[in-house]
């Protein structure tokens, strides 16, 4: 598969509040690789908020943001650890 991270991507968290209804926050990108970056960097708790990617027609679990993150083919610059 190869994966464009240039398109424009859109991420979903669901919303930390306990209830039958969880409300979605929403956050677009112009690519998808920033929102990778977001995701994996600058949000930690994206995993235990059940976030999700969507990229066109295809959605991306945190697993899968994670996977697109660790790839060769990454565009940005990944912080140190």
Do not use: C
Request: hydrophobic content about 40%; aromatic content about 14%.
């Amino acid at each position: 598969m190869t994966f464009n991270y240039r398109s424009p991507a859109e991420l979903f968290m669901a919303n930390s509040k306990r209830g039958p209804r969880k409300r979605l926050n929403y956050r677009r990108f112009a690519t998808a690789a920033e929102a990778i970056q977001f995701a994996v960097e600058d949000f930690p708790a994206v995993r235990t908020l059940g976030a999700w990617m969507q990229v066109a027609d295809e959605r991306f679990d945190f697993n899968d943001i994670h996977r697109l993150y660790e790839g060769e083919h990454y565009p940005l610059a990944r912080r140190a650890r």
